[in-house]
């Protein structure tokens, strides 16, 4: 399970951030001393740090210029400044992405995975059980036969099996499709969805996304 | 200044004048002094007052047509004062002192204005920032409890929140924008996923073409923009809105169609205009008639241009064009 720290003073933000994380399936944990924030960041071990710019005392910026200096963890700055040059001064010192307040809690997820995905050291061909998973070459192989996924199918079934096992929202689904330009509505999300299930089935795996009502899909 | 105007502006002097002269003359021959002595002393009198009267008007006209030609050339008017000098008679070093100090007032009062007017929007976009931490946090918490009604609602209180802020930077914007390469696609997608529940409960479909393109702007400048454009075609029943964009060496032109109501012709030319509601604005849905005006203050900030094209009941294409000269290249 990966690990996030939160690093933000609000604390009904940084609460309701720590929930989102647990929710989706992440470990979160908060600094709540703002004393020393530089030492608490190195000292924990975790995969990603979600750092505010305004904080007391200091600000998020300084921070990770300090904390570049010994440690590549991957960070993402919050900010409600709307400032461009907040933005360019966080990438310059090292971030890893940038998001306004108030977020979209979904796009916060994406961004979150994506940094994770972008970071993760092992490259390797991702395995859905004992088929190959193929996102350059959009398709999916097992025991030599091959279904070849389209676009959308591709961005639904790398979501479902990034978080396997877990439920993922339609809502989820929807922003992912979105990032990448594909406009759908709800009638096209279930269509595609029942393709791929299709597809999955025609592999050797039938009922591999089960439908939970009114919360999402799960990939077994 | 006309010798005419002069002439009739003394004409209570003259008029003093020749009855004085009358009268001296009805003394002298009273006396029986010669006719020759008061001749010449007539004569000397009149030279006399003429010189002095030419004198007069000439520095006169000389100070007074350089005035009002300065006047009619200075771009800011009230920089009258500095360009006056020091006149050489009594009422024109009046005139100008009068201007200094009057001047000087009026500067006093407009610096108090704007200190005034500057608090106000530090003062508005610190509360916009402050704002925004507890409606983070209640987005959140709606997303955490699956709270959908609570979240469009929330998203409303977002947009009205940076419509202010856009507002009170869009009058210098020249302080808070940052020109560089940006993606419209990425722009563009960005504001479609934040107002994505909107579109598909409205039922609206986007389609975009060739927006691989690069322009140079500023980012959420760009995107606030895109923001107002989407609003108002949901607001005005359209189902279906495509992007495209255009690339010639000159200009990168953005057109952004969507399929409603249209607006009526005789609204057209106003519709930039700030609090412009027009028809639409009355029949269809509350207006504030501040949307497009931000928009068009932002373009005009940000160097690009927007026109709209429209016909009612099946079109309206605003169009966006981001120039490419050597000002905007700076890369």
Request: charged residues 15%; proline residues 14%.
């Given at each position: 399970m990966k690990r996030i720290l939160i690093i933000e003073d609000d604390t009904v933000l940084r609460d309701e951030l720590t929930i989102l994380l647990q929710n989706t399936g992440y470990e979160a944990a908060a600094v709540t001393q703002y004393q020393d924030i530089l030492n608490q960041m190195l000292a924990a071990q975790t995969d990603l740090i979600l750092l505010d710019i305004n904080l007391p005392e200091t600000n998020g910026e300084t921070l990770l210029q300090e904390f570049r200096k010994q440690r590549d963890t991957p960070v993402i700055m919050l900010t409600s400044r709307t400032a461009e040059i907040d933005e360019v001064l966080s990438m310059s010192f090292g971030a890893d992405d940038f998001i306004t307040k108030p977020y979209n809690p979904t796009i916060l997820l994406l961004r979150i995975s994506a940094v994770l995905k972008r970071t993760a050291?092992?490259?390797a061909a991702q395995m859905y059980h004992d088929a190959e998973v193929s996102s350059v070459k959009g398709s999916i192989t097992r025991n030599g036969s091959e279904q070849v996924l389209t676009k959308n199918e591709m961005i639904i079934f790398q979501l479902l099996l990034e978080r396997q096992g877990e439920i993922v929202t339609r809502d989820a689904l929807m922003t992912a499709l979105w990032d990448n330009d594909e406009f759908i509505n709800d009638n096209a999300l279930s269509v595609n969805i029942s393709r791929l299930r299709g597809k999955l089935a025609e592999l050797?795996?039938?009922?591999a996304i089960e439908t939970r009502k009114k919360q999402g899909y799960v990939l077994k | 200044m006309k010798l005419t105007e002069f002439i009739k502006d003394r004409f209570t002097a003259y008029l003093i004048f020749v009855l004085t002269w009358v009268l001296m003359l009805i003394f002298l021959f009273t006396f029986h002094v010669q006719t020759e002595a008061v001749v010449i002393a007539s004569v000397l009198l009149w030279i006399g007052r003429c010189i002095a009267e030419a004198w007069e008007f000439l520095r006169k006209k000389q100070f007074y047509d350089k005035l009002l030609h300065d006047l009619s050339e200075l771009d800011q008017k009230y920089l009258l004062s500095e360009m006056i000098g020091e006149p050489e008679f009594r009422e024109g070093r009046i005139l100008s002192e009068v201007m200094r100090e009057t001047n000087k007032s009026m500067c006093e009062q407009i610096g108090l204005h704007r200190r005034a007017n500057s608090d106000f929007r530090e003062y508005i976009e610190l509360w916009v920032h402050e704002i925004k931490l507890p409606v983070a946090s209640l987005q959140l918490m709606c997303h955490n409890d699956g709270n959908v009604k609570y979240a469009e609602q929330l998203k409303r209180i977002d947009d009205y929140i940076e419509n202010v802020l856009y507002y009170a930077r869009s009058r210098n914007a020249e302080k808070d924008y940052l020109i560089k390469p940006v993606s419209l696609k990425r722009v563009f997608t960005d504001t479609a996923i934040r107002n994505r529940e909107e579109l598909q409960q409205r039922g609206i479909s986007l389609s975009t073409e060739k927006l691989d393109a690069e322009v140079m702007t500023d980012a959420k400048w760009l995107g606030f923009m895109f923001g107002q454009l989407m609003n108002n075609s949901m607001k005005y029943g359209a189902d279906a809105i495509t992007v495209t964009a255009e690339d010639t060496p000159e200009a990168t032109v953005l057109r952004f169609r969507d399929n409603g109501i249209g607006i009526p012709e005789s609204d057209l030319p106003c519709i930039f205009e700030k609090s412009f509601t027009g028809e639409n604005g009355r029949t269809h849905s509350k207006s504030t008639g501040m949307g497009l005006y931000i928009v068009r203050q932002l373009c005009e900030k940000l160097g690009h241009s927007v026109a709209a094209e429209s016909v009612q009941g099946e079109y309206t294409e605003i169009i966006m064009t981001f120039g490419k000269n050597d000002l905007h290249d700076v890369r």
């Open positions: 050291k092992t490259a050797g795996f039938p009922n | -």
